[in-house]
Nanobody
Framework: QVKLVESGGGLVQAGGSLRLSCAAS????????MGWFRQAPGKEREFVAS????????WYAASVKGRFAISRDNAKNTVYLQMTSLQPGDTAVYYC????????????????WGQGTQVTVSS
């Protein structure tokens, strides 16, 4: 089992940047595929980005490709989401998730979730 704790959210103006972090504890972090999802008020939780356990596979939602970058540091048990050119439409609670089997884009494919961190982008 793994526990995930997100940090780095906050309020930023449109065009700005933020870096989210997700610290993992528990079972060997380097065996997990990791994902970032987000959920805006009144909307379904949606996929943002994912990264394979060996750091070779990365996948992005079309809405963030070219603006967001996912990375991981297995020595620090941490996965990051660097967000640039932020827009008001990026406002949401951002969740980190871990999967033993996939780096897919579906919520149900992930086994463990953090509590989320709020990102608010003002216009």
């Amino acid at each position: 089992q793994v526990k995930l704790v997100e940090s780095g959210g906050g309020l930023v103006q449109a065009g700005g940047s933020l870096r989210l972090s997700c610290a993992a504890s528990g079972r060997a972090f380097n065996t997990y595929n990791m994902g970032w999802f987000r959920q805006a008020p009144g909307k379904e939780r949606e996929f943002v980005a994912s990264i394979g356990w060996n750091d070779r596979n990365k996948w992005y939602a079309a809405s963030v490709k070219g603006r967001f970058a996912i990375s991981r540091d297995n020595a620090k048990n941490t996965v990051y989401l660097q967000m640039t050119s932020l827009q008001p439409g990026d406002t949401a609670v951002y969740y980190c998730a871990a999967s033993t089997t996939t780096w897919g884009s579906t919520v149900s494919e992930y086994d463990y979730w953090g509590q989320g961190t709020q990102v608010t982008v003002s216009s």
